[in-house]
């Protein structure tokens, strides 16, 4: 948009423990913001589940709580918001009814494990075993995606089998089911009082991670489908990353403003740090996730990484293709230590508890609380602490859970340069890397630090470190037009960053990892351990 005229835009980040929403002037700086917490249900060991309706609500009181602060601090908001667009926890699964509109289950959350069973079944009479569908999906068999979760609500929840017998179902992972309601859901009306319905759509982000999409076409795969006995008929159409998708219906903060930008999390923090072909980041949030862009390029792990997408910026833009690492509990540990074991109060807390001591005293914590992700990808390991003698303290427990944190990036991103080194990327090396990280458990100085000193490499992180929402706000504003890819990139890394160079040595570093391995080697074949 030219000239000096004000515009804003607004950004929803549903994330896994909470929400935020967050309003951008042109400049692509937050003027306004507002975050709420909601509940985590753990009805079994290794089940974690949200209540839908109560992540609605936390997105109402989110938007209408940011815009009255924008409001208070006298930016005219209400004549100035050109779009919103939105961000999500991938993989969590919600199917609810297309007549009431109401959940028929609770959400089934990214990190639940309840369907090892049936992992264990589809591995065991598939062909191809673990990675049977990783030609065409790019993912593992695994209790991770979607699918499994349909799957098992599928076969263990009547309401949800009559419904989708009956028609009445409809999927949608949480972007899905945020759009769906916010425009307009099983029945509202727009401003001129028309009638409205609720679009069912989910972006090529989101549905990379239910291991139904074909990466290559962006759309759901049959054989897939009909190899796991899920109906096409209540998956969301795919859209892009970018393009003007639906209009606010009335009874909802902002009524009338498009909808113009739908990304996974891990995607909208991988456009927020603009990361171009051949750039990794990692993003420290409940779980940690590390995205390395390979352009245009499909590219295949062989050391237990995911082929995902990165973003595709339109309808007709060409779509951006990424290697992923996930990892399951990166600031979960720390909540685990807040609320669990009552070793601090506050999250913030466990750096000041970690910098009484010098190192961790041999303590290792492996946070396998519900299995390992990447790149061991092992769903029967269980959580270790091992080292521990009279000598230690909560000191060193809480140095060794934030060390843990560092120690699964450094898997992760030990795969990444392998796979890269088999394909001769040279600008991957370790030697020319650096990671841009972001997410809260980021303002850890002694976190990033101790990340620095383990990957050997600089760690660069922004002033703004919640780049997830400033993803979805620069998806939104590309597709109404008020922002180019090159102003986008201008606004990039302008503001102060912050770098963390190691100051550890190599033969350090490579001890530490040899007893990080034995402390992960200890986790495995724990799943059936008596209660």
Not at 92 to 101: A, C, N, P, Y
Not at 219 to 244: F, V
Request: charged share 20%; net charge negative; hydrophobic share 40%.
């Amino acid at each position: 948009m030219s000239g000096g005229e004000e515009f804003f835009i607004g950004s929803i980040d549903q994330g896994t423990t909470s929400t935020r929403f967050i309003i951008y002037d042109r400049h692509a700086q937050p003027i306004a913001s507002h975050q709420v917490q909601f509940t985590q249900f753990y009805p079994e060991a290794g089940w974690v589940e949200h209540d839908p309706t109560e992540i609605l609500q936390s997105v109402r009181v989110c938007m209408a709580k940011a815009l009255d602060k924008a409001t208070a601090a006298g930016h005219n908001v209400d004549a100035g918001l050109r779009a919103i667009g939105l961000t999500n926890q991938r993989e969590t699964t919600v199917i609810w009814s297309r007549s009431t509109g109401l959940p028929l289950y609770n959400a089934i959350v990214w990190m639940d494990a309840r369907t090892s069973t049936i992992c264990h079944r589809l591995v065991r009479d598939l062909p191809g075993g673990r990675d049977h569908f990783v030609p065409t999906c790019g993912l593992p068999i695994s209790t991770y995606f979607s699918a499994l979760k349909i799957m098992w609500l599928l076969e263990n929840v009547d309401v949800v089998r009559e419904a989708v017998r009956s028609g009445d179902a409809m999927f949608g992972t949480v972007d899905t089911w945020m759009i769906w309601n916010l425009t307009g859901g099983c029945g509202a009306v727009d401003r001129e009082e028309n009638p409205v319905h609720g679009l069912h759509v989910t972006d090529c982000s989101n549905a990379a991670r239910t291991m139904l999409m074909d990466l290559r076409t962006l759309d759901w795969d049959r054989p897939t489908l009909d190899a796991l006995g899920i109906p096409i008929e209540i998956l969301p159409k795919i859209i892009s990353n970018s393009e003007r998708i639906g209009v606010i219906a009335n009874g909802w903060p902002l009524a009338g403003i498009p909808i113009a930008g739908c990304l996974g999390d891990q995607h909208a923090a991988m456009l927020g740090q603009l990361c171009r072909k051949g750039e990794a980041k990692s993003t420290y949030g409940t779980g940690a996730f590390i995205l390395l862009n390979t352009g245009d390029e499909i590219v295949r792990s062989s050391h237990g990484l995911i082929t995902t997408i990165a973003f595709k910026l339109g309808p007709e833009a060409p779509t951006s293709y990424a290697l992923e690492g996930s990892i399951a509990i990166a600031g979960a540990a720390v909540q685990w230590l807040r609320d669990g074991m009552g070793i601090i109060q506050t999250t913030s807390e466990i750096e000041e508890l970690a910098e009484l001591v010098e190192n961790s005293g041999g303590v290792y914590f492996v946070p396998a609380f519900n299995g390992l992700f990447a790149p061991w990808w092992r769903d029967d390991a269980r959580g270790v602490c091992i080292g521990i003698t009279r000598f230690t303290n909560k000191g060193h427990i809480a140095r060794a859970v934030l060390e843990s944190i560092c120690f699964q990036v450094n898997d992760v991103l030990a795969s990444m340069h392998k796979d890269a080194g088999e394909r001769g990327d040279a600008k991957t090396k370790v030697e020319e890397f650096l990671l841009r990280v972001d997410g809260g458990a980021t303002v850890n100085n002694l976190l990033m630090q101790t990340q620095a000193d383990l990957l050997g490499s600089p760690v660069v992180r922004p002033a703004d470190i919640e780049t997830t929402a400033l993803g979805a706000a620069y998806a939104a504003g590309l597709a109404i037009g008020v922002w180019n890819e090159e102003q986008i990139h201008s606004f990039g890394h302008k503001e102060t960053t912050t770098i963390f160079h190691p100051k550890s040595d190599e033969a350090q570093r490579k001890k530490r990892f040899e007893s990080w391995n034995k402390a992960v080697s200890r986790t495995f074949d724990l799943a059936d351990l008596s209660l």
